[in-house]
């Protein structure tokens, strides 16, 4: 997938100014949010959530440790597993898989780092058919290769009527706007893909190390018919979705559904070891593991090391007031929201997301409800200081910033300076007390909204006021 973050702000405001974005995107609040509340509820959240971070930090810690580990018990039960240190090579490597064993389809279920590789493309370009058949994911692909704007419900921004349009003019049928009717030409359309696939695509939620395996979480089923049916079965992930052990993966799986969508389980989630061995009647006949790098060594040990704790549920998403309002596509790459203003920068390079790390308020929210205790408002303050230090934001917001730190260091100045700023802005307010446009960096803040301006004296003067009475 392109990188366009540095188009943020201009797609935010088309974002904004979309109506029909808007109505489809309370979903996130009436949904996926009020589900997750609830079911929460049965579980202790907060001492779940700390055994989560230890088991995902004791990995972390001994990351090469675990990798070796997996990659010795996944070779012994008959898999074989590839290391690439770029997407491109995991993408490189993926189709040589295909091309060794004659591939002409592929059938894929929802894999974001597929998304970080461009797979369906560099297939496309060897002339191998590559079919998403993941509900959300086909819809994508069958409106021109529309990139996700979530990463649990890659939809999430379109509306029944919107997917009902187009069902009708690809799939060349009638017009349905029942859902389940909707669903069922869905499969009806894809069971012939499901047995004539030469190989199946997926993620992987995770790996587990002790056994070799990788876990794949779906609510759809069709994990199980990319995994069962075709004769190659080629599971990608990143490196930092190694677990030590089977109990690792039980602690993350009490929080992974309910903070994902709100279920205390998800509809169906395979644990698959190897290729089909003999006697048994189902399985490909060939297993392989793609592990990719893409960036991700190299937050270890760093400032930016949490973020791999990660377990890409997208509550941080959910909740976001941000995201609530733009949706995903704003972002301008793999991973929106929060988590997305963060892996973005660390993956792709700071200088091409320029503007990701400031599309937050910085409330809190994103922290509060992530799984993995991930300190997200901290890791983008983070982000902020390192973009200034660089200086790879504006002369005039450096320069600002400059000015008022050296003001906010002399107690004395700053009262002064805070004292004619008082009282200009409440002249700026006139009768009506509202300030409808700021001067320089203000100006973004009044072009939508008018300021309330100040009684005209500062807190310490009105503080003292108080005192004296």
Not at 416 to 444: D, E, V
Request: hydrophobic share 40%.
């Amino acid at each position: 997938m392109q990188v366009r973050s540095m188009e943020f702000k201009a797609r935010a405001g088309q974002k904004l100014a979309d109506q029909r974005l808007q109505q489809n995107l309370k979903k996130l609040s009436t949904k996926f949010v009020t589900a997750r509340a609830d079911a929460i509820r049965d579980i202790d959240f907060d001492a779940t959530r700390e055994a989560l971070k230890e088991r995902r930090d004791r990995a972390l810690q001994n990351l090469d440790v675990w990798l070796a580990t997996f990659e010795e018990n996944a070779t012994r039960r008959g898999a074989t597993v590839l290391f690439a240190e770029t997407t491109a090579d995991a993408a490189r490597l993926v189709a040589e898989i295909a091309q060794k064993h004659g591939v002409k389809k592929v059938i894929k279920s929802k894999s974001m780092v597929t998304e970080e590789m461009r797979l369906n493309q560099v297939l496309g370009e060897m002339g191998v058919q590559s079919i998403e058949t993941d509900l959300g994911e086909y819809i994508l692909q069958i409106n021109d290769a529309e990139p996700p704007s979530h990463i649990i419900a890659p939809v999430v921004h379109k509306d029944k009527e919107e997917i009902a349009d187009l069902f009708a003019r690809v799939h060349h049928k009638p017009r349905l706007t029942d859902i389940s009717e909707m669903t069922r030409e869905a499969r009806e359309v894809l069971r012939p893909e499901f047995l004539s696939a030469d190989m199946g695509v997926t993620g992987g939620n995770f790996i587990i190390a002790e056994t070799g395996s990788v876990a794949v979480v779906t609510n759809e089923g069709n994990e199980g018919m990319c995994t069962v049916m075709p004769r190659v079965h080629v599971a990608v992930t990143g490196i930092e979705k190694v677990l030590p052990t089977l109990e690792d993966l039980a602690t993350v799986m009490r929080l992974l559904p309910r903070s994902a969508t709100g279920q205390a389980i998800s509809n169906y989630f395979s644990l698959l070891t190897g290729p089909r061995a003999e006697g048994e009647r189902d399985g490909p006949e060939h297993m392989y593991f793609v592990l990719v790098d893409g960036g991700r060594s190299g937050l270890i040990g760093g400032d930016f090391q949490d973020m791999l704790r990660c377990i890409r549920c997208g509550a941080c998403m959910n909740h976001c007031p941000v995201y609530q309002k733009i949706g995903g596509h704003a972002y301008g790459w793999v991973y929106p929201g929060p988590m997305g203003s963060v892996l973005t920068p660390s993956y792709t390079g700071l200088a091409n997301a320029l503007d990701l790390p400031q599309a937050a308020t910085l409330c809190g929210e994103c922290n509060r409800v992530c799984p993995a205790s991930i300190p997200l408002s901290d890791l983008l303050r983070k982000l902020r200081e390192k973009q200034m230090e660089r200086g790879l934001r504006p002369w005039q917001e450096r320069f600002g910033l400059q000015v008022w730190g050296y003001v906010a260091r002399r107690p004395a100045l700053y009262a002064f300076a805070t004292r004619i700023g008082a009282r200009l802005l409440s002249r700026m307010g006139g009768s009506s007390k509202l300030i409808a446009r700021l001067p320089m960096a203000g100006r973004g803040w009044t072009e939508t909204r008018d300021l309330p301006a100040p009684s005209g004296r500062t807190f310490r003067e009105l503080y003292k006021e108080r005192r004296a009475r």
